[in-house]
């Protein structure tokens, strides 16, 4: 697109702050600066299920946030992936630090992104990736019609409803190697317990998990 034709989309379209929706006063901001003055700090907590190591989250997954990133999945958003992978970046250097081997992510099913369009844990570790200075890796394979895990209730159906979602693509790449896995949310930790139970299974080294946000508990 040319300047004349971003000019008349910003015109028509201006862009708004992507967690609360207001046109930003000035420029083409797409943080206004009280969302950007409420970021909180990349933040911690016990481990939530099992099989990997450490996880950290940007932000927690309510209010703006919560949202912002329905929009992100379902309402056409995927642009706000350039916004979100440097705060999951940040995320990962503060609370993980940068010692890993391989960035990889936790895929939808073949099904679910032809029918999407597209990934949003690769967009998400994509554009984290950028910011890192690494290119994230596909490890793992989603079987289709598993039932998302937003509509399975309680840790323990959760953990049962993902059993055996995931195989490896490629031992060979995993193998021997320290691993920073990326997902969207951390809710139980049951997706994420699994995606990492078979990359251990099959020869990793290690497993951290980096999300952009985690649900309060
Ligand atoms: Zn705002």
């Keep these: 697109m040319n300047a004349f034709g971003r000019a008349v989309k910003e015109l028509l ?7 609360c929706r207001r046109l930003p006063e000035t420029g083409a901001e797409r943080l206004c600066p009280g969302c950007r003055a409420g970021l909180p700090e990349p933040f911690s907590g016990p481990r939530r299920g099992s099989g990997y190591g450490r996880w950290a989250a940007a932000l927690w997954y309510e209010g703006r946030l919560r949202e912002s990133f329905h929009r992100f999945k379902f309402g056409g958003c995927g642009f706000y992936a350039e916004i979100y992978g440097p705060w999951l970046a940040e995320a990962v250097r503060k609370q993980l630090g940068t010692d890993f081997d391989l960035l990889t992510y936790v895929p ?3 099904l679910r992104r032809r029918r ?3 990934d949003q844990s690769l967009l998400l570790a994509r554009e984290a990736g950028k910011a890192l200075g690494m290119e994230p890796v596909r490890t793992l394979k989603k079987r289709n019609l598993v039932k998302p895990q937003s509509r399975t209730l309680g840790p323990q159906a959760r953990q049962k409803n993902v059993r055996g979602a995931f195989r490896v693509t490629d031992p060979d790449l995993v193998r021997g190697r320290r691993l920073l896995l990326i997902d969207d949310v ?5 997706t994420v317990s699994e995606a990492s139970r078979v990359l251990r299974a099959a020869g990793a080294r290690s497993v951290d998990v980096a999300v952009l946000a985690a649900a309060p508990k």
């Excluded at 951390?186 to 049951?190: E, H, K, N, Q």
């Design 13 to 19: 379209w201006p862009p708004r702050c992507i967690l």
């Design 108 to 110: 939808i099913s073949p």
């Design 116 to 118: 999407r369009g597209f």
């Design 186 to 190: 951390l809710t139980s930790g049951a």
